[in-house]
């Protein structure tokens, strides 16, 4: 029996407006999902040219999850965001062309080259690098959110994981502690059902991630990751309660991996009436009609989002082919943060 409230999608326009966003910022939000997909599309050419080390990884599917979160965080609140979440650091402000570099190990990249991959964030728009596609950073959100407590900022933090990353300690240990201090953190559960080929009935005994935040001491939500609207809403309550002393709230986003674990893998063992289903609720397509049904937009507002967004990415493309590969002599620059980085948060 599920624990955790489930939580009901957008119903109106009115319920919309109510949680903040004006027809603009509507569009915005489509704007965003329409050029993290793009990023992604073209990170996969820029794999099968032979421009991108190593493997490449994308969040088909997880646009709606990622860009819904990002869009109810406040400036000066941080985040984690994960291998999924390419929405998350483009609603922050990243731009396309920087991580377009980043891929391909240049020296534009917010890495500056030393990586190649989306072990990648930029602190000044309060987005913290991951060091592992697993729970790791779950910790270092919360070790945010206790020193937003002793500062007394009205800061919160926001801490991604998958599914598949549940089972490890970090993620208990970062909930016990949040939960037992009442910290001003929001976990991210991006549930895409497959930690790599293993099936969520194989990796816990409850029916969702979110149950197991009662027993942290805190809300667990089960939220539609398709539905960026509904997304939207409950980061948006869960950040503002957490702001205002509420302590945590652990929000499940439930989606599907569109796509293998990562380039190399086809995802032959998801059954193909699965990938079928949740095509139907393709996120992009999703919001596009429910923005055609609910706020009229029109033929020429659309081909204005795509034609845009295709610019956007063709001139990203061309800039950051043209970075220039990293100088071994700085390799040690930026690694190591100086007393003036850690005096100097990232909103001011």
Not at 144 to 156: K, M, Y
Not at 204 to 225: K, N, S
Not at 312 to 324: F, G, I, T, V
């Amino acid at each position: 029996m599920a624990i955790a409230r489930e939580a009901e999608p957008v119903g109106s326009l009115h319920e919309v407006r109510e949680a903040g966003l004006d027809r603009e910022d509507l569009l915005g939000v489509y704007r965003n999902m329409v050029v993290t997909r793009g990023v992604e599309e073209r990170g996969h050419i820029l794999y099968r040219q032979g421009k991108i080390p190593g493997s490449f990884y994308t969040g088909r599917g997880n646009e709606a999850a990622s860009v819904g979160v990002a869009t109810a965080m406040a400036q000066e609140d941080v985040g984690t965001p994960l291998h999924r979440d390419m929405g998350v650091h483009i609603t922050r402000g990243v731009e396309p062309w920087r991580i377009f570099a980043q891929y391909m190990g240049r020296a534009d990249g917010p890495t500056h080259g030393r990586d190649g991959n989306v072990h990648m964030a930029d602190t000044n728009l309060g987005l913290i690098a991951m060091v592992s596609h697993l729970p790791a950073m779950l910790p270092v959100a919360v070790g945010a959110a206790l020193a937003f407590r002793i500062r007394e900022e009205a800061r919160v933090a926001l801490a991604w994981f998958g599914e598949g990353a549940s089972a490890r300690g970090d993620t208990h240990e970062g909930m016990t502690f949040a939960g037992t201090r009442k910290l001003p953190v929001v976990f991210i559960c991006d549930n895409n059902q497959w930690a790599y080929s293993t099936p969520t009935y194989l990796e816990f005994a409850t029916e969702h991630v979110a149950d197991r935040a009662q027993a942290y001491g805190f809300e667990g939500v089960v939220v539609d990751g398709t539905d960026v609207l509904a997304v939207y809403r409950e980061a948006r309550r869960a950040i503002d309660k957490a702001r205002a002393g509420g302590g945590p709230t652990l929000i499940e986003c439930l989606t599907l991996r569109m796509e293998g674990h990562a380039v190399h893998d086809d995802a032959f063992y998801v059954p193909k009436a699965m990938f079928e289903k949740w095509a139907e609720s393709d996120p992009l397509e999703r919001f596009r009609t429910w923005l055609r049904d609910n706020v009229d937009m029109t033929d020429d507002e659309e081909d204005e989002i795509q034609s845009g967004a295709k610019k956007l990415l063709n001139d990203a493309l061309k800039r950051a082919e043209d970075s220039p590969m990293p100088d071994p002599s700085d390799l040690l620059e930026g690694v190591y943060a100086s007393a003036e980085d850690l005096d100097t948060p990232h909103h001011k």
